[in-house]
């Protein structure tokens, strides 16, 4: 019993460290009379993991010739698989046809394997994943301590194997964005609807720590005012309040930075739900902080999205004034234009970058620079 509770105590700790299996494998291995394991999977190609008392001579030919040939990953044989339940491939192993073939032959009995019993751990439409144990021929009947003792572990194996993968894609998606918004150019900031920094990248980080305009206090983002706090404040919380179609919250704020300089632009923004979802839905980024520096390389990022969109020289011009904050009438002004003819580039921005409105716009720019 108390070599039972350590395994499953081992089985969960693989879920942080992967590393670990090596040693689970191990545990079942000695534990059930095996010869030898292998974690495999089949995703496209086969894979194996975590092996037990198999010479890396026949792991590689196995990867390499023989799990195209395997009778055990025929797509009718695959079916079977249930993860979290446990099975013998006597019905294969025990008939002439498989005596007879070149995978028995030339891959299982030389290493002495007359038998398998495999514990289901993962399954998809296109892929699977599954604990083999490999017995030999004065252990081939699996004894019914032993089968208890694989019936007992195989949900807990299961229940891992499924929280380790979740982890995986979730730290992935992370890394994604993460890369992303670092490459993006501007200062990139995720905020909880507590207005707590989820994510900052490399120049949010730099305008922190210049602290000017904005700063971090106990993991909350705080601006140089409290006027401006409490707008962000606000943002963050309406951002998160946000329902599937109900419209695109957002807000625009200036950052003053005093000395004749002109102010630094935060466009606040909402992310969607599906699009952060974390296991256990802990700090879950409710919106999105962009600052831009108008005085800083804020031209050619103009550049580049208009030349992705197909805007005129006119239209790139109103972008970068829509973009820095200014509203219609102001961007006019600044264009030395009729307001007339700004809304008229206003709708053929709109056009030609699938929006509908300002905020749209804006947001669009952001994420194509991401």
Not at 70 to 79: D, I, Q
Not at 117 to 124: D, K, P, S, Y
Not at 228 to 247: F, M, N, V, Y
Not at 337 to 343: D, P, Y
Request: with cysteine.
């Amino acid at each position: 019993m108390a070599d039972d509770i350590d395994l499953l105590g081992a089985i969960y700790d693989t879920i942080i460290d992967p590393s670990g299996w090596d040693g689970v494998v191990r545990g079942i291995v000695r534990a059930t009379n095996s010869g030898g394991a292998a974690a495999r999977q089949l995703a496209g190609a086969a894979h194996v993991s975590a092996v037990c008392n198999i010479d890396p001579f026949y792991v590689d030919a196995y990867l390499q010739t023989y799990s195209k040939i395997s009778p055990f990953l025929l797509p009718g044989t695959r079916s079977r698989l249930v993860p979290g339940k446990v099975w013998a491939d006597s019905y294969i192993t025990q008939t002439e046809s498989y005596k007879a073939s070149a995978f028995y032959n030339e891959w299982a009995r030389p290493q002495g394997w007359d038998d398998f019993v495999e514990i289901g751990l993962l399954r998809a439409p296109d892929a699977f994943s599954c604990l083999v144990l490999m017995r030999s021929a004065d252990a081939a009947w699996v004894e019914p301590a032993e089968w208890h003792l694989l019936e007992t572990l195989a949900p807990h194996l299961k229940r891992a194997a499924e929280v380790h993968q979740l982890l995986a894609r979730e730290r992935a998606a992370k890394e994604s964005l993460g890369a992303g918004i670092a490459a993006a150019g501007f200062a990139a900031f995720l905020l909880s609807k507590d207005c707590r920094v989820v994510f900052a990248n490399a120049k949010a980080e730099e305008l922190l720590r210049r602290g000017e305009r904005l700063r971090c206090v106990q993991g909350r983002l705080i601006a140089a005012t409290a006027a401006l706090t409490e707008r962000i404040a606000a943002l963050a919380r309406g951002a998160a309040g946000i329902k599937a179609g109900g419209g695109d919250f957002g807000g625009t704020i200036e950052l003053p930075c005093g000395a004749g300089r002109p102010a630094l632009i935060a466009h606040l923004f909402p992310v969607a739900a599906i699009r952060t979802a974390t296991i256990f839905d802990i700090e879950r980024p409710a919106a999105a902080l962009f600052v831009i520096d108008p005085a800083a390389n804020f031209g050619a990022k103009i550049e580049r999205f208009a030349a992705l969109h197909g805007l005129t020289a006119a239209e790139t011009k109103c972008v970068a004034e829509l973009v820095r904050g200014k509203g219609v009438p102001a961007a006019a002004a600044r264009l030395k234009i009729s307001e007339s003819t700004a809304r008229s580039h206003c709708d053929s921005i709109f056009f030609k970058t699938a929006t509908n409105r300002q905020g749209e716009l804006i947001r669009r720019f952001f994420e194509t620079g991401i």
